[in-house]
């Protein structure tokens, strides 16, 4: 089991930043590639990024390339996600999710991850 709590989420101006965090329980943080994902109201949830677990790769959705980076300490069993240039399509709540899959550096769809988080809200005033 893997318990994941995200914070870090709130109001922001268009064009400023944030630094979502992840915090995940237990010792086998490194065994999962995590994610994050997005969903907006009345909006399908949809990828956001996603590192390995050796935190040695990553992939980003198109939206959001050039403008957030995920990356992850795994002695502090967190992951995180900066986000810069945040923009009016950016708004949504946050969420991260653990999948078993290490290695794999693609993982689009949410029904790849086994644990998910209680999400975190980011809103961006224009």
């Known amino acids: 089991q893997v318990q994941l709590v995200e914070s870090g989420g709130g109001l922001v101006q268009a064009g400023g930043s944030l630094r979502l965090s992840c915090a995940a329980s237990?010792?086998?943080?490194?065994?999962?590639?995590m994610g994050w994902f997005r969903q907006a109201p009345g909006k399908e949830r949809e990828f956001v990024a996603r590192?390995?677990?050796?935190?040695?790769?990553?992939y980003y959705a198109d939206s959001v390339k050039g403008r957030f980076t995920i990356s992850r300490v795994n002695t502090k069993n967190t992951v995180y996600l900066q986000m810069n240039s945040l923009t009016p399509e950016d708004p949504a709540v946050y969420y991260c999710?653990?999948?078993?899959?290490?290695?794999?550096?693609?993982?689009?769809?949410?029904?790849?991850?086994?644990?998910w988080g209680q999400g975190t809200q980011v809103t961006v005033s224009s």
């Open positions: 590192i390995t677990g050796s935190g040695g790769s990553t």
């Open positions: 237990g010792r086998t943080f490194s065994s999962y590639a």
């Open positions: 999710a653990a999948d078993s899959n290490r290695a794999a550096v693609v993982g689009t769809t949410a029904r790849e991850y086994e644990y």
